[in-house]
C-alpha cells in the first residue's frame, strides 16, 4: 500500500498462562501500522494550515477540507491542486505541501486555520453554530430523502467490508458515502481512509467537489467513530442530508443537526440505532400484529 502502511518490529507480550506462554513469554514479530504524517496546505502563498493524516488521496483531503472551511463550495472555485517541491533528509520528495490556486474572485482568509473549526477555540456554542450556518452554501434541511432504517442500520457492515486499510492495520477511520435510490437502497459512492477521522470525511468530501457532486442529495455519510460537531459542520457544509456514526455524538454536534437540519443517528450497530436530530427522515416498517 506504498506510503499508507508501514512495517515495524514489536515485542509482543503473551499473557493467557497457556503452556506456549509461560515458555516464551516474549515474541518478535512485525506489525503494520498505519502510516501519519503532516500535510501542509497552501492558498497560493498563504500557508493555511497543517493537518496530521494518512498519505494518499491528498488533492480530495484538501479540496474537502476547503469545503468544510467555508472557503469553497463549487469544483469551479478551484483552478488547480499541486504538491509542492519537498524534501526529506535523504533528499527523496515527501509529498507532503499541497498548493491549492483558487479561482481570483474567492476571497482568502486573512490568517490561518478559521477559528470555529476547532473544538479548543474558547467560543460558546451558540457562536460556532452561527458560524457554521452563515458558512453555507446548501441547505440540508430542504432534502426531503427518506431513508428506511434497516437500510441504514446495515451501512456499518458494508463501511466496515470496504475498509482495507484498517483490514491490515487496525489503525484508520473511515468515511463512506451512500446514496439511497428509489427503492431505499444503498449504493456506496465513496469510501476513505484515514488516522484522523476528520480527514477521512475531508477526503470524501473533496472526492465529491472534484467530481461536480455537490450537493449531495439524497446520500448518508456513515463514519467508523463519533459524531462530532465538526463531522455535522463538514456534512452541512457539503449539503448531506444524514451523518451516521457507530459512536455517540456530542452534545454540540446534536445542537447542530439541529440548527442545520442534518438527520444524525449514532450507536448504529445493525440491530439498533438511535436518532438524535432529524427522525422524520428515518421510515420504519409496519408494525406487525401479534
Not at 496546505?41 to 469545503?67: E, K, Q, W
Request: charged share 25%; net charge negative.
Amino acid at each position: 500500500m506504498g506510503r499508507v502502511t508501514q512495517r515495524r518490529k514489536v515485542h509482543r507480550y503473551v499473557l493467557d498462562g497457556s503452556a506456549a506462554a509461560l515458555e516464551f513469554p516474549v515474541r518478535h514479530r512485525e506489525d503494520v501500522l498505519a502510516v501519519e504524517e503532516p500535510l501542509e496546505i497552501r492558498l497560493g502563498n498563504l500557508s493555511y494550515s497543517v493537518t496530521m493524516r494518512t498519505p494518499g488521496d491528498d488533492f480530495d483531503l484538501v479540496a474537502g477540507f476547503l469545503v468544510s472551511e467555508g472557503v469553497i463550495w463549487d469544483a469551479e472555485q478551484l483552478i488547480s491542486l499541486r504538491f509542492c517541491a519537498g524534501e526529506d533528509e535523504n533528499g527523496v520528495q515527501t509529498f507532503n505541501v499541497v498548493e491549492a490556486q483558487l479561482r481570483p474572485d474567492v476571497p482568502l482568509p486573512d490568517t490561518g486555520r478559521r477559528v470555529y473549526t476547532s473544538s479548543s477555540c474558547g467560543i460558546c456554542g451558540t457562536d460556532s453554530i452561527e458560524a457554521v450556518t452563515k458558512s453555507s452554501h446548501f441547505n440540508p434541511a430542504a432534502d426531503r430523502l427518506t431513508v428506511p432504517v434497516e437500510t441504514l442500520a446495515a451501512l456499518p457492515d458494508r463501511l466496515r467490508e470496504a475498509q482495507a486499510v484498517f483490514e491490515v492495520t487496525g489503525g484508520v477511520h473511515a468515511a463512506g458515502l451512500f446514496r439511497i435510490g428509489d427503492d431505499g437502497g444503498a449504493e456506496l459512492l465513496c469510501l476513505r481512509e484515514d488516522v484522523g477521522r476528520h480527514n477521512a470525511v475531508d477526503k470524501v468530501v473533496g472526492w465529491a467537489l472534484r467530481e461536480r457532486r455537490l450537493p449531495l442529495t439524497n446520500t448518508v455519510l456513515q463514519v467508523s467513530g463519533r459524531a462530532s460537531f465538526e463531522l455535522v459542520q463538514k456534512a452541512a457544509l457539503a449539503g448531506i442530508p444524514v451523518l451516521a456514526a457507530v459512536s455517540a455524538p456530542s452534545s454540540l454536534a446534536v445542537e447542530l443537526a439541529e440548527s442545520t437540519g442534518v438527520t444524525l443517528a449514532g450507536f448504529s450497530r445493525r440491530t439498533s440505532l438511535n436518532v438524535y436530530a432529524g427522525p422524520e427522515r428515518i421510515s420504519t416498517p409496519a408494525p406487525v400484529a401479534q
